[in-house]
């Protein structure tokens, strides 16, 4: 099986059903087709799907690429807001978690805090919002405390895509009738919006009085056939969890993280938290290494909202000399297609490892190409279940197709000890 990335003059899904992504503009030398690829899924209200090459999440990807994708787009914001503006940084659940964890790490921003779809009821939620076109609908803002995001330094939106900007604009009505500020910027690895949607957020700004400022790394327009959705569902169904012809082994890694240093953005992530951070993803790496093979390639697979961690941790690995692709898990379902030119060519549906949780979950590729990987699996305590390792879950999913697995368990930040270690804290 060829890799989801290899180089084709002509995607899948435009050849055969019309589907294109075109590019209009950039100021980063990059383009729209070599930032995504069309993909599909069977969805009444939006049957196309933008597969990023740069972000990891459907398609392993070289960690490095994906840092670097998020440091110029960190750039682009550092260009429109100036050197003095001290951003405070947010970032879209799930697709853009790590993504807006990098451009928070490029910018030294004070604070970055992502979206979840997590409920944690001993932090509660400060604000939501909602995402119209998605499959889960819903976005909760869980800081340690209000005051990390009361305040007005300019605050930067980051998502992976800009389709409409409505997801945006919810977030600003959302933060700013908690905390009003002068000035936003959204960012986007791609913005693919008409000119109408851009209308609109300029008409929302005006109603609010405030700056709205968008920066991408190229700016496109999809191209969307009449009769997609109906084209879509003709197609053969989709094959998922394919069975190889042995079952592949399944070993654990505990992870110890510092309770008071927190593993990602979903409560806040301080700018003084950085060094204690790094600190322990080397250590993670460290432990990580100690268990592989360095002659053989590894797949570091995140487990949906949890991206940042694995990717610095695959990103340790391969400069320490391993060959390392990253990706994650994702709540979106998404259509299979085992054929040249088409992104995702291999699909694993496994059962949400979260109590409570009853949508599944999806995998999609996890292959290297033509050679045998190790897909390390990191994940953090809530997921840590019997669903987890159940007939149906990703361990089971992935065993059985024959791929080798080493499960990284994060203990992960206590939320109640980086409250108490945050009091008085502000950003």
């Known amino acids: 099986m060829s890799s989801p990335t290899e180089v084709c003059e002509v995607p899948w899904a435009t050849e055969q059903l019309g589907l294109m992504f ?79 964890h990098c451009v928070a790490a490029r910018l030294n921003a004070r604070c970055y805090l992502h979206s979840t779809r997590r409920d944690v009821p001993e932090i509660g939620t400060f604000a939501g ?78 109603e609010l009085g405030v700056q709205i400022d968008s920066v991408s790394l190229a700016e496109g327009y999809t191209v969307l056939p009449d009769g ?73 697979v995140g487990s949906e909202e949890l991206m940042y961690l694995p990717l610095r941790i695959a990103e340790v690995m391969s400069t320490s000399g391993y060959r390392v692709r990253f990706q994650t898990t994702t709540r979106s379902p998404a259509y299979v297609l085992d054929q040249a030119g088409y992104p995702l060519r291999r699909g694993f549906r496994f059962t949400a490892p979260e109590n409570g949780e009853d949508q599944p979950r999806f995998v999609y590729n996890a292959q290297w190409s033509d050679e045998d990987p190790v897909v390390v699996v990191v994940i953090d305590t809530a997921a840590d279940t019997d669903r987890l390792t159940a007939r149906g879950g990703l361990l089971d999913v992935l065993s059985a197709s024959g791929t080798d697995v080493l499960l990284a368990v994060v203990s992960g930040a206590d939320p109640r000890s980086l409250r108490a270690a945050r009091v008085g804290a502000s950003a």
């Open 228 to 300: 997609l959705v109906e084209s879509v569902d003709a197609l053969p169904d989709s094959v998922f969890n394919v069975v190889g012809a042995r079952t592949g082994t399944v070993e654990r890694a505990d992870i110890n993280w510092p309770a008071a240093v927190p593993e990602g953005g979903r409560h806040g992530f301080l700018r003084e938290d950085t060094e204690e951070f790094d600190a322990a993803i080397g250590s993670a790496a460290a432990t990580l290494g100690e268990r592989l093979d360095p002659r053989r390639p590894v797949i570091v």
């Open 22 to 100: 075109t590019h209009v503009s950039s100021n980063t030398g990059m383009t729209i087709p070599d930032l995504v690829m069309p993909g599909l899924r069977r969805n009444l209200r939006r049957a196309h799907l933008l597969v990023s090459t740069v972000l990891g999440k459907h398609v392993p990807t070289d960690p490095s690429v994906v840092i670097a994708a998020g440091d110029r787009l960190g750039d682009q914001v550092a260009a429109v807001l100036g050197p003095e503006a001290d951003p405070v940084v947010l970032g879209f659940a799930e697709t853009a978690t790590g993504l807006g």
């Open 129 to 206: 919002f909602e995402e119209g076109h998605s499959h889960a609908t819903s976005h909760q803002l869980q800081p340690t405390s209000a005051e990390l995001f009361a305040n007005d330094h300019p605050l930067v939106l980051v998502d992976d895509e800009i389709s409409t900007g409505a997801t945006a604009v919810d977030a600003i009505r959302a933060l700013h009738e908690h905390s009003p500020r002068r000035r936003y910027v959204i960012a986007s690895l791609v913005d693919m919006r008409a000119q109408d949607h851009r209308d609109a957020v300029d008409d929302v700004a005006a």
